[in-house]
RNA sequence: CGGGGCAUGGCGCAGUUUGGUAGCGCAUCUGCUUUGGGAGCAGAGGGUCGCCGGUUCGAGUCCGGCUGCCCCGACCA
């Protein structure tokens, strides 16, 4: 491709609206073009990236003998009605009517068309399993659509489902997926991770997350520092403490504490560690007016385990002032599980504590000396924590450490959550109908592309991974106006290199060096062969790799062999 | 949705305090010079100052309302 004649845009100044560094760079590097909030064009450089991120994903669900098909975008509201997420999926599902006043909704995923098909289509045990997938545009109405088309409400999605008579069946479809999974994201040559994430209300081991590591991922994962355990810090198990719980030594004492109401303050004002003091949070009960949820002071709650207990309203809310105050008679700072009427869960940890420091339930007073079964009455044990870094793992082996991670995919096995209220049934062996069972697979194909830049950049623009970068070779002519001989090197070198299938960004715009030089960097080419005078009465051409900081200089008629070397 | 902020050529901003008919840098176009790291000089084009209403002889500036966007918290690929 002639530079002269693509009309590419870069920019020196970032765009103001642009917080996160693949945004900044997509707007600056005219790989996309913001029309409304989360809403993006995508300009010629950014859709050969976006196309190379589909051609592997397309190549890798074939290879696992997964189908292509499309489905529509927009989707008749009797299926959502059929499975319940009509009135289930909240405000994110763009619903609208159509001309007649038929209800529709912009799909923000495709699990009611794809088992729709499936019912009409699939009457046999004998045709599964089967595993359909599309690569489509996918809506939600996010409630914030930020960093650009890392969270945008319009989307591009790889999403595959898959279909089985039992549940062997779905585990290896399941498998099938977390490979190819896999496979893609090591073909696009960036460094993921794969992580047990919530799996919801279905439970079990049954739901994955792959994250793309960067240090602005918006997720912590933590993995196990000796074996291959890795976990989203929402589901990520915390061990109850190996040792004892110390007998009582203190004994209970009421103390003032006059405006401590955070931990920090009260560690502060008595002299403690925060680990020896409990925090007790009440949260909104599905069946009382409040559960008390009691951590140690030095860890935080994860509203994911706590939402799932017995009696928590899910999703978790925190008890308002009237609340606490009708629960305790005291206000939120001074709340403790002493004398709490009602459902306790206590973490773990906080419950190996003895002669620990807790709210006294009354304002500005706080109790010392505190011991689980001689002062408070009956709680229940639960892992209600975030883990932290150095924690033992949950495998058993080694200890916890943090990243960051972009999610980019997630596995599930859903079971019969859409086959059974849409009634997608085969006939088995024995004539018997069956309730299929149903796994799915998505990829944010967008996403990828602004995780491999969170990933791959420095303070002068992008660095594509090979596999995803919109050209291979920029070929950098200097003075190419005014010397003869510098074009006809790199008209050459522009067709040769073409002619063996290399994708080339020949830059032969009147440009001064450095123009070009900027371009080629902030574009994030990953190899760089220049054409200049200086060279050339040596009868040598210079190359660099986009990581690199030297120039390395071979003999001009080598170029084609020395690129191709250097590309693998 | 709650809290905070912004809205002025394509982009980044000044001008608003104290009302007087819009300016700077980048980008774009033309010419000449320049050509190994975002050039110089000369010239040019481009703005109903987010929208509606009000105050005023006069509003980018003051007042009222609306809209859009950005940032911080609960959802997701």
Redo the contacts with the bound molecule.
Sequence with gaps: MRLSQYPI????????????LS?QLML?AGLIR?E????YSWLPMGLRTLRKAETIIREEMDRAGALEVIMPVFQPAELWQESGRWTEY?P?LLRFKDRHERDFVAG??HEEVITDIVRRDIKSYRQLPVNFYQVQT?F?D????????????E???K?AYSFHVDAASLQQGYRAMYDAYTRIFTRMGLDFRAVR??S?PIGGDVSQ??HVLAASG??AIVFSDEDGYAANLEAAEALPPMEPRPAPRETMTRVPTPGARTIVELSRMLEVEPSRCVKTLLVEGSEEDVVALVVRGDHELN??KA?RLPGVAN??RMAGAERIARATGAQAGYIGPVGLRGRVYVDHSALALADFICGANEKDMHLTGVNWDRDVGAVTAADIRNVREGDPSPSGRGHLRMARG?????I?QLGSKYSRPLKAAVLDESGKEVTLLMG?Y??????VVAAAIEQNHDE??IIWPEPLAPFQVVLVP??????ARVREVADRLYNELSAQGIEVLYDDR?????????????LGIPH?L???????EAGR??Y?YRRDSE?TEFAAGEAIDFIKARMR
């Excluded at 996010?142 to 409400?153: D, K, L, Y």
């Design positions: 845009n870069t920019a020196k100044e970032t765009p103001a609206e642009a917080e996160v945004h600056r913001r409304a909030a989360g809403l909240g994110e923000p995923t996918k939600r996010e409630i914030r659509p930020r960093f650009g088309v890392m969270r945008a409400r989307f591009i999605m999403d994430a919530d919801g997350e792959f918006e997720d509203a994911v939402q999703p978790l972009i999610e980019v995919g997630h599930f799915c998505g990829i944010g194909v967008t996403r002068r623009g200097l003075n190419l106006q005014k010397s009147d440009a001064r060096p450095g123009v070009k030089f900027a371009d080629a960097e902030l760089r220049v054409v200049g005078d200086r060279g050339l051409l210079e660099r120039n």
